[in-house]
């Protein structure tokens, strides 16, 4: 039964950086839409360090340095001609980590009329 503990534990951890991925890319997505709604720059690919909270102690080692995500903005690609009433752009953005040696990501992707 006790083994069930840490495999609770990491399931939670990691959907917690699946979470947090998440929200950061829906801010950029944010800014990625309003950049072209309001002829800006589109923000550029960046880093955020990854919050991994409290960490479980299985070896009786605290993790240490969980890295950052990558961030990806794609710059809003027309998806609709500038013939129809109102040009349509898909925007998306990318959150990339390493968790546990795997590559993990996370994609958000919205719609926006001009």
């Not at 072209?36 to 690919?45: Q, R």
Request: hydrophobic fraction near 35%; glycine fraction near 8%; proline fraction near 4%.
């Amino acid at each position: 039964m006790l083994a069930v503990v840490p495999f609770g534990f990491n399931s939670v951890q990691s959907n917690s950086l699946r979470t947090q991925a998440g929200a950061i890319a829906q801010q950029y997505l944010d800014d990625e839409r309003n950049a072209l709604l309001h002829n800006i720059p589109v923000p550029a690919a960046t880093t955020s360090p990854i919050d991994a909270g409290q960490s479980y102690e299985a070896s009786g080692v605290a993790d240490s340095g969980y890295g950052t995500f990558a961030i990806a903005p794609d710059g809003c690609t027309t998806v609709q001609n500038a013939g129809a009433s109102a040009n349509v752009y898909s925007c998306s953005v990318t959150v990339s980590w390493t968790e546990s040696g795997s590559a993990r990501s996370v994609t958000v992707q919205s719609y926006a009329t001009k």
